[in-house]
């Protein structure tokens, strides 16, 4: 699969410690930044993720910081992306599951790095059930759909 990654200085150290995992179970990732723990803003970062993701470069994407929710809120600002904020397994597997999730989102300093690696494989492992959940989906591919218009 192909993953693309990025988060803010927060992030960047389970960054560092998941890259080299997912390189291990044979995924190819794209690291989308930061390179450091030097503070930045995470926007630009989750965006780059969420549009590599949305322009086919990548399978999907994993953004990280602090808590992971402000990642999550900017890799949802790109049109045809659905971040799920996954600091446990089980929301994990739910995001996957009923929401067809393409972005993960994980707090680094929530998220211990051996719970990180369960929360992803279990996100990159999970199909997305379809049947009730599609009709979800296409309703939020019409809310998409509604605001480009506007």
Same mark, same amino acid.
């Given at each position: 699969?192909?993953?693309?990654?990025?988060?803010?200085?927060?992030?960047?150290?389970?960054?560092?410690?998941?890259?080299?995992?997912?390189?291990?179970?044979?995924?190819?990732?794209?690291?989308?930044?930061?390179?450091?723990?030097?503070?930045?803003? /995470?926007?630009? /970062?989750?965006?780059?993720?969420?549009?590599?993701?949305?322009?086919?470069?990548?399978?999907?994407?994993?953004?990280?910081?602090?808590?992971?929710?402000?990642?999550?809120?900017?890799?949802?600002?790109?049109?045809?992306?659905?971040?799920?904020?996954?600091?446990?397994? /089980?929301?994990?597997?739910?995001?996957?599951?009923?929401?067809?999730?393409?972005?993960?989102?994980?707090?680094?300093?929530?998220? %211990?790095?051996?719970? %990180?690696?369960?929360?992803?494989?279990?996100?990159?492992?999970?199909?997305?059930?379809?049947?009730?959940?599609?009709?979800?989906?296409?309703?939020?591919?019409?809310?998409?759909?509604?605001?480009?218009?506007?």
């Amino acid at each position: 699969m192909r993953i693309s990654i990025g988060g803010d200085h927060a992030g960047f150290p389970l960054k560092q410690h998941l890259i080299g995992v997912l390189e291990k179970w044979g995924h190819q990732v794209f690291d989308l930044g930061t390179h450091s723990e030097e503070p930045t803003d /995470y926007p630009p /970062y989750c965006a780059a993720v969420g549009r590599a993701v949305v322009g086919g470069e990548a399978d999907m994407g994993i953004v990280l910081g602090g808590s992971g929710q402000g990642e999550q809120i900017s890799a949802n600002k790109v049109i045809g992306v659905r971040a799920a904020l996954c600091n446990d397994l /089980y929301t994990a597997r739910m995001a996957r599951a009923h929401n067809d999730a393409n972005v993960c989102s994980i707090g680094a300093r929530i998220v %211990a790095p051996a719970l %990180a690696e369960e929360v992803l494989r279990i996100f990159l492992d999970t199909p997305f059930e379809g049947g009730r959940h599609q009709r979800r989906i296409d309703e939020i591919a019409d809310i998409e759909r509604e605001e480009r218009a506007t």
